[in-house]
């Protein structure tokens, strides 16, 4: 876990680099471009992903512990900003039950599941 004060060390330094947000291209449902994420302490957790989710694609993130799956989903989140690259969404337009369903990214964490077939019914 990162203390508040890393975090606010971090949020002050010109040292690490900030990950862009925008639009998605396209008909993109996300878009990574260039995508890098770096810990508080400049350590490089993923390096230049380059992603393109269409909607209706379903997408699996998996890797060992302490891989970056989690930091992943907080920087697409918006909730992680170090890094570089970017990180779009669809960007906001009429509220209808399409672009609403286009706009949603669902994250299930292994744990809510016992065991692979779970799994399943929960992305289902």
């Known amino acids: 876990m990162v203390s508040l004060d890393s975090l606010e060390k971090a949020e002050n330094s010109d ?23 770096s810990l508080d302490n400049g350590t490089a957790v993923i390096k230049e992903t380059e992603v393109h989710i ?21 920087a697409i989140a918006g909730l992680f900003a ?8 669809p960007p906001p337009g009429p509220k209808s039950s399409d672009v609403e369903k286009m706009r949603s990214i669902n994250c299930v964490n292994r744990s809510a599941a016992s065991d692979s077939r779970n799994l399943l019914d929960e992305i289902r």
Do not use: Q
Request: aromatic content about 2%; hydrophobic content about 35%.
């Open 15 to 37: 040292d690490l680099g900030r990950i862009k947000r925008g639009d998605a291209e396209g008909t993109a449902m996300l878009t990574l471009d260039g995508l890098s994420v």
């Open 54 to 74: 269409e909607p209706g694609e379903r997408v699996l993130v998996a890797g060992e512990s302490g891989s970056g799956k989690s930091t992943l989903v907080r």
């Open 82 to 89: 170090w890094g570089g690259g970017s990180v779009g969404h």
